[in-house]
Antibody, heavy 123, light 110 residues
C-alpha cells in the first residue's frame, strides 16, 4: 500500500528556508506515469498547490511561489523534497506531499496524500 | 482568494440528498477535469471524485459529481453524520498553468 510521509523542522525563522522531505513507501517513486507534489494549507483555510516533480527531475511550480521554491527528487532514497526560501509568517501552513496521477494531460489528481506537517514561522 | 469559488459552509439533514457547488471560469473548470477531495477534521484530504465523475475504489456510490460549463457539483445522497467534513474542488488552470483549488466547503450534518 502506497504511503507518503512528510518530515522536517516544524519551526523556521523569518527570512529563513523551509526544508521538507517526503518519503514514499510501498511503491517506487521512479514510475513514469506519476508526478509527486507538494500542497499546503494554512490552518483553517483552503489548499494551495506548491509544485510537482517527476522522478526524472522535471518540475513545475505555482507561478506565485516559483521564485522561492525548489523541489528535488532522490530516487535512491525514494524521496522528494521541498525548499522554500525567504519565508514569512504567511508561509505558516500544514504542508502535504501527494502523488499526482494522470489519465491525460491536465486530467490529473492528487492521491494519496501524506498526513501533513505543520510548519510555523517564528523567531 | 481561491481561484475556484465554493460556499464556505453548508448544512444538511441526515438521509437527505445534498449538493455542493464549485464555480470557476473558462480557463479552469470550463476546460479541464474536476476533482473533489474530502477532508475530515484533523486529517489529510482524501480523493473522493476524479476526472469529473469517477469514484476511486472504496468511495461509496452515495457520492457523485458532475460538471456543466464553468461549474461543478458534488452530490451526496443519504447524508450521514460521517459525511461531516470539508470538501474541496480542484482542477488545472490553463491561464495560471497550475493546479487550483476552491476554498473548501465545511459541511455540517445536523
Amino acid at each position: 500500500q502506497l504511503q507518503l510521509q512528510e518530515s522536517g523542522p516544524g519551526l523556521v525563522e523569518p527570512s529563513g528556508t523551509l526544508s521538507l522531505t517526503c518519503t514514499v513507501s510501498g511503491a517506487s517513486i521512479s514510475t513514469n506515469t506519476y508526478y509527486w507534489a507538494w500542497i499546503r494549507q494554512p490552518p483553517g483555510k483552503g489548499l494551495e498547490w506548491i509544485g510537482s516533480i517527476h522522478y526524472t527531475g522535471g518540475a513545475y511550480y505555482n507561478p506565485s511561489l516559483k521564485s522561492r521554491i525548489t523541489i528535488s527528487v532522490d530516487t535512491s532514497r525514494n524521496q522528494f523534497s521541498l525548499r522554500l526560501n525567504s519565508v514569512t509568517t504567511a508561509d505558516r501552513s500544514i504542508y502535504y506531499c501527494a502523488r499526482l496521477g494522470f489519465i491525460a494531460a491536465r486530467r490529473g489528481w492528487f492521491d494519496p496524500w501524506g498526513q501533513g506537517t505543520l510548519v510555523t514561522v517564528s523567531s | 482568494q481561491s481561484v475556484l469559488t465554493q460556499p464556505p459552509s453548508a448544512s444538511g439533514t441526515p438521509g437527505r440528498r445534498f449538493i455542493l457547488s464549485c464555480s470557476g471560469g473558462t480557463s479552469n473548470i470550463g476546460s479541464n477535469a474536476v476533482n473533489w477531495y474530502q477532508q475530515v477534521p484533523g486529517s489529510a484530504p482524501k480523493l473522493l471524485i476524479y476526472n469529473n465523475n469517477q469514484r476511486p475504489s472504496g468511495v461509496p456510490d452515495r457520492f457523485s459529481a458532475s460538471k456543466s460549463g464553468t461549474s461543478a457539483s458534488l452530490a451526496i445522497s443519504g447524508l450521514q453524520s460521517e459525511d461531516e467534513a470539508d470538501y474541496h474542488c480542484a482542477t488545472w488552470d490553463d491561464s495560471l498553468k497550475g493546479w487550483v483549488f476552491g476554498g473548501g466547503t465545511k459541511l455540517t450534518v445536523l
